[in-house]
Protein backbone atom coordinates (compact mmCIF):
# COMPACT_ATOMS: atom_id res chain seq x y z
CA UNK A 1 0.00 0.00 0.00
CA UNK A 2 3.18 2.45 0.60
CA UNK A 3 4.53 2.35 -2.84
CA UNK A 4 0.72 3.19 -4.06
CA UNK A 5 0.78 6.05 -1.97
CA UNK A 6 4.00 7.46 -2.76
CA UNK A 7 3.19 6.53 -6.90
CA UNK A 8 0.25 8.75 -6.04
CA UNK A 9 1.75 11.26 -4.55
CA UNK A 10 4.65 11.72 -6.42
CA UNK A 11 1.99 11.93 -9.50
CA UNK A 12 -0.02 15.08 -7.61
CA UNK A 13 3.22 16.42 -6.94
CA UNK A 14 3.68 16.95 -10.94
CA UNK A 15 1.77 20.38 -11.52
CA UNK A 16 3.07 21.75 -8.84
CA UNK A 17 6.48 21.31 -9.93
CA UNK A 18 5.59 22.95 -13.30
CA UNK A 19 5.97 19.55 -15.44
CA UNK A 20 2.27 18.45 -16.55
CA UNK A 21 -0.39 19.93 -16.65
CA UNK A 22 -4.59 18.07 -16.05
CA UNK A 23 -4.67 14.61 -16.81
CA UNK A 24 -1.63 14.26 -18.94
CA UNK A 25 1.41 12.27 -18.06
CA UNK A 26 1.95 8.88 -16.28
CA UNK A 27 3.96 7.42 -14.04
CA UNK A 28 5.07 3.94 -13.34
CA UNK A 29 7.34 2.10 -10.52
CA UNK A 30 8.79 -1.17 -10.40
CA UNK A 31 7.79 -3.67 -7.64
CA UNK A 32 7.81 -7.22 -6.15
CA UNK A 33 4.49 -7.80 -7.78
CA UNK A 34 5.17 -6.21 -11.18
CA UNK A 35 4.99 -2.46 -12.58
CA UNK A 36 2.50 0.00 -10.77
CA UNK A 37 1.36 2.41 -13.03
CA UNK A 38 -1.21 5.64 -13.09
CA UNK A 39 -4.10 4.30 -14.63
CA UNK A 40 -5.95 6.11 -18.25
CA UNK A 41 -8.47 9.38 -17.74
CA UNK A 42 -8.77 9.81 -13.63
CA UNK A 43 -7.55 13.26 -12.42
CA UNK A 44 -4.79 12.75 -9.70
CA UNK A 45 -6.64 14.61 -7.14
CA UNK A 46 -9.35 11.90 -7.48
CA UNK A 47 -7.08 9.20 -7.56
CA UNK A 48 -7.12 6.29 -4.63
CA UNK A 49 -4.51 3.58 -4.23
CA UNK A 50 -6.74 0.42 -5.00
CA UNK A 51 -7.04 2.05 -8.52
CA UNK A 52 -3.50 1.65 -9.45
CA UNK A 53 -3.26 -0.94 -11.98
CA UNK A 54 -0.66 -3.49 -11.55
CA UNK A 55 1.15 -5.32 -14.61
CA UNK A 56 2.87 -8.51 -13.88
CA UNK A 57 6.30 -9.17 -15.43
CA UNK A 58 5.70 -12.97 -15.76
CA UNK A 59 1.90 -13.12 -17.15
CA UNK A 60 0.98 -12.07 -20.98
CA UNK A 61 2.14 -8.98 -22.39
CA UNK A 62 -0.65 -6.68 -21.09
CA UNK A 63 -2.34 -8.02 -18.20
CA UNK A 64 -3.49 -5.79 -15.45
CA UNK A 65 -4.59 -5.96 -12.03
CA UNK A 66 -7.17 -3.34 -10.64
CA UNK A 67 -10.55 -2.03 -11.31
CA UNK A 68 -9.44 0.74 -13.88
CA UNK A 69 -7.14 0.03 -16.88
CA UNK A 70 -3.74 1.12 -17.00
CA UNK A 71 -2.43 4.55 -18.70
CA UNK A 72 -2.67 4.15 -22.65
CA UNK A 73 0.89 4.49 -22.54
CA UNK A 74 2.10 1.48 -20.62
CA UNK A 75 3.77 -0.38 -23.55
CA UNK A 76 6.71 1.93 -23.53
CA UNK A 77 7.07 1.75 -19.48
CA UNK A 78 6.94 -2.08 -19.67
CA UNK A 79 9.16 -1.90 -21.94
CA UNK A 80 11.60 0.08 -20.75
CA UNK A 81 11.61 -2.04 -17.62
CA UNK A 82 11.95 -5.30 -19.43
CA UNK A 83 14.92 -3.40 -21.23
CA UNK A 84 16.47 -1.53 -18.65
CA UNK A 85 17.21 -3.74 -15.10
CA UNK A 86 18.26 -0.85 -13.80
CA UNK A 87 15.46 0.80 -14.05
CA UNK A 88 12.84 1.59 -11.26
CA UNK A 89 10.46 3.92 -12.41
CA UNK A 90 9.64 6.28 -15.15
CA UNK A 91 8.01 9.31 -15.14
CA UNK A 92 6.18 10.80 -18.88
CA UNK A 93 5.11 14.30 -18.72
CA UNK A 94 3.82 17.10 -21.36
CA UNK A 95 5.94 19.78 -19.41
CA UNK A 96 6.11 23.39 -21.37
CA UNK A 97 9.76 23.50 -22.35
CA UNK A 98 10.87 20.29 -23.26
CA UNK A 99 7.42 19.42 -25.14
CA UNK A 100 7.96 22.65 -27.07
CA UNK A 101 11.46 20.91 -27.94
CA UNK A 102 9.56 17.69 -29.16
CA UNK A 103 7.26 19.59 -31.02
CA UNK A 104 10.15 21.27 -33.18
CA UNK A 105 11.53 17.90 -33.24
CA UNK A 106 15.02 19.49 -31.65
CA UNK A 107 17.57 17.64 -29.44
CA UNK A 108 19.14 19.21 -26.60
CA UNK A 109 22.66 19.42 -27.25
CA UNK A 110 25.84 19.80 -24.86
CA UNK A 111 24.68 23.50 -23.59
CA UNK A 112 25.28 22.51 -20.11
CA UNK A 113 27.47 19.92 -18.52
CA UNK A 114 23.84 19.15 -16.72
CA UNK A 115 23.46 17.00 -19.65
CA UNK A 116 25.78 14.49 -17.94
CA UNK A 117 22.79 13.85 -15.67
CA UNK A 118 21.22 11.98 -18.63
CA UNK A 119 23.83 10.13 -19.93
CA UNK A 120 25.74 12.19 -22.61
CA UNK A 121 24.71 14.07 -25.29
CA UNK A 122 22.47 14.66 -27.43
CA UNK A 123 19.08 14.07 -25.30
CA UNK A 124 17.67 12.61 -28.42
CA UNK A 125 13.99 12.76 -29.64
CA UNK A 126 12.17 10.28 -30.13
CA UNK A 127 10.25 9.61 -33.96
CA UNK A 128 6.89 10.23 -33.80
CA UNK A 129 4.33 7.60 -33.80
CA UNK A 130 0.93 7.68 -32.38
CA UNK A 131 0.45 7.40 -28.30
CA UNK A 132 -0.23 4.28 -26.74
CA UNK A 133 1.24 2.00 -29.72
CA UNK A 134 3.85 -0.25 -29.95
CA UNK A 135 5.41 1.65 -32.62
CA UNK A 136 5.63 4.67 -30.27
CA UNK A 137 7.63 2.27 -27.74
CA UNK A 138 9.93 0.90 -29.96
CA UNK A 139 11.04 4.45 -30.97
CA UNK A 140 11.19 5.44 -26.98
CA UNK A 141 13.68 2.58 -26.42
CA UNK A 142 16.03 3.51 -29.18
CA UNK A 143 16.13 7.09 -28.01
CA UNK A 144 16.63 5.86 -24.61
CA UNK A 145 20.00 4.10 -25.62
CA UNK A 146 22.86 5.08 -22.98
CA UNK A 147 20.35 7.41 -21.65
CA UNK A 148 18.44 8.10 -18.90
CA UNK A 149 15.73 10.32 -20.64
CA UNK A 150 14.60 11.13 -24.24
CA UNK A 151 12.07 14.15 -25.67
CA UNK A 152 9.30 12.35 -27.65
CA UNK A 153 8.55 13.89 -30.91
CA UNK A 154 5.37 16.88 -30.76
CA UNK A 155 4.36 14.63 -27.39
CA UNK A 156 6.47 15.30 -24.18
CA UNK A 157 9.70 13.24 -22.99
CA UNK A 158 10.34 10.41 -20.76
CA UNK A 159 12.66 9.87 -17.82
CA UNK A 160 14.14 7.41 -15.57
CA UNK A 161 15.53 6.76 -12.42
CA UNK A 162 16.34 3.60 -10.13
CA UNK A 163 13.74 5.04 -7.63
CA UNK A 164 10.66 7.21 -8.02
CA UNK A 165 12.49 10.56 -6.50
CA UNK A 166 15.48 9.78 -8.71
CA UNK A 167 12.88 9.58 -12.06
CA UNK A 168 10.84 13.15 -11.19
CA UNK A 169 13.97 14.77 -10.04
CA UNK A 170 15.23 14.20 -13.30
CA UNK A 171 12.31 15.04 -14.93
CA UNK A 172 12.59 18.83 -13.03
CA UNK A 173 15.72 19.21 -14.06
CA UNK A 174 15.60 17.96 -17.95
CA UNK A 175 12.55 20.70 -17.84
CA UNK A 176 15.01 23.29 -16.05
CA UNK A 177 17.62 22.43 -18.81
CA UNK A 178 14.90 22.50 -21.51
CA UNK A 179 14.35 26.51 -20.53
CA UNK A 180 17.58 27.12 -20.22
CA UNK A 181 18.46 26.01 -23.92
CA UNK A 182 15.72 27.46 -25.53
CA UNK A 183 16.58 31.08 -23.53
CA UNK A 184 19.93 30.76 -24.84
CA UNK A 185 18.43 30.31 -28.68
CA UNK A 186 16.85 33.78 -28.05
CA UNK A 187 20.74 35.25 -27.59
CA UNK A 188 22.40 33.52 -30.30
CA UNK A 189 22.46 29.89 -29.11
CA UNK A 190 24.72 28.33 -26.65
CA UNK A 191 28.20 27.50 -27.00
CA UNK A 192 28.59 23.60 -27.10
CA UNK A 193 30.91 21.90 -24.75
CA UNK A 194 33.41 19.15 -26.51
CA UNK A 195 32.73 15.76 -26.07
CA UNK A 196 35.96 15.19 -23.68
CA UNK A 197 34.36 18.28 -21.92
CA UNK A 198 30.89 15.92 -21.68
CA UNK A 199 33.00 12.83 -20.59
CA UNK A 200 34.38 14.49 -17.93
CA UNK A 201 31.39 15.68 -16.81
CA UNK A 202 29.84 12.62 -16.37
CA UNK A 203 32.85 10.76 -14.74
CA UNK A 204 32.77 13.60 -12.46
CA UNK A 205 28.95 13.18 -11.89
CA UNK A 206 29.87 9.36 -11.06
CA UNK A 207 32.43 10.46 -8.60
CA UNK A 208 30.33 13.57 -7.02
CA UNK A 209 26.73 11.44 -6.71
CA UNK A 210 27.94 7.86 -6.33
CA UNK A 211 25.82 6.38 -3.50
Known amino acids: MQMRETLIAAARSMAGLGINQGKAGNLSLRTPA ?26 EYGTFHGPNRPSSEWRFHRDIMAARPEVGAIVHTHAPYATALAMARREIPACHYMIARFGGAPIRVAGYALFGTAELSEQVLIALQDRSACLMANHGFVTT ?9 AAVELEALARQYMLSLSIGGPVLLSEPEVQAAIRQFATAYAS
Not at 39 to 54: C, F, G, N
Request: net charge negative; glycine share 6%.
Open 34 to 59: GMLITPSAIPYEELTPAQLALMPFDA
Open 161 to 169: GATLDAAML
